[in-house]
């Protein structure tokens, strides 16, 4: 089934048709990124309201309970700020997701997804791993290496976008706050990498814009390859003039015809 934002690619020439595209894509981008920051603050704030207590929703290392967490830990957090920090990464990097890999993206997602969460899980430290800082880093880390991998210009920007604004995750995948599960950072940057390594020619390329001297260039080597346009051997050249011949000095000429009076 193909969706509305696979409709809407991506072009080079700004024209009314490409433009009306690109709104619908932006448009369904930021639908799905919203859903998504959506669902996490629905989380919060009902479990706050109703005095829950989320610990239990978060990945428990090698703890048979603790499984659950693998999909319920990212609508979990452990405060207001935690929350508030990880609205506006989440949400921005899903976008730009969507955006510029929409086919791509609906596999990536879930695969950094339950890949970080099950990281964790196996390996990460005995205590209690919660909120949505490994999947934020995920796309960071997708984003970056499908610029790199893709080399079109809108994947280049944005892989630089991301770093100018993220690149500081890079730092967060190493141990530093024993209050920060950076074990949560490394996975999830791990399973955005293999992501874009697995995904990175799922969505077809945006068209190259065509300059007029690559045009000009092109139809050079295409009329030098015609034979049409061949020159031909001296030998061929036609007599430019068939005539009566003076002999003048021993040289051999053409008589002019005199102008004609008006």
């Given at each position: 089934m193909i969706s509305k934002m696979d409709l809407a690619p991506v072009t080079t020439e700004a024209n009314a048709t490409a433009v009306e595209r690109d709104r619908s894509r932006v448009f369904w981008a930021v639908?799905?990124?919203?859903?998504?920051?959506?669902?996490?603050?629905l989380a919060w704030l009902g479990a706050f309201a109703l005095g829950w207590d989320m610990d239990d929703l978060g990945i428990r290392p090698r703890d048979l309970h603790g499984l659950i967490g693998i999909l319920t830990a990212p609508f979990v957090h452990a405060s207001f700020e935690h929350?508030?920090?990880?609205?506006?990464?989440?949400?921005?990097?899903?976008?730009l997701?969507?955006?510029?890999?929409?086919?791509?993206?609906?596999l990536a997602l879930p695969f950094i997804w339950i890949v970080s969460g099950?990281?964790?899980?196996l390996w990460a430290r005995p205590s209690i791993h919660v909120g949505i800082s490994g999947i934020a880093h995920g796309l960071m880390f997708y984003l970056f290496f499908m610029g790199l991998l893709r080399r079109d210009r809108l994947g280049i920007a944005i892989a630089l976008t991301v770093f100018f604004l993220y690149?500081?995750?890079v730092m967060t995948v190493l141990p530093r706050d024993p209050q920060v599960s950076f074990e949560y950072h490394f996975f999830g940057a791990m399973a955005g990498a293999i992501a874009a390594f697995a995904w990175h020619k799922r969505d077809p390329q945006p068209p190259r814009k065509r300059?007029?001297?690559?045009?000009?260039?092109?139809?050079?080597q295409r009329q030098a390859a015609d034979?049409?346009?061949?020159?031909?051997?001296?030998?061929?050249?036609?007599?430019?003039?068939?005539g009566p011949r003076q002999s003048v000095g021993g040289d051999n000429v053409v008589?002019?015809?005199?102008?004609?009076e008006e």
């Open positions: 639908v799905g990124a919203t859903g998504l920051v959506a669902g996490i603050w929350l508030m920090s990880n609205t506006l990464p989440m949400g921005l990097l899903a976008a997701a969507l955006y510029a890999y929409p086919r791509a993206t609906r099950l990281g964790v899980w690149g500081g995750m300059y007029s001297w690559e045009i000009e260039e092109e139809e050079a034979p049409e346009f061949d020159l031909p051997r001296p030998e061929n050249v036609p007599v430019l003039w068939d008589p002019l015809r005199p102008r004609r």
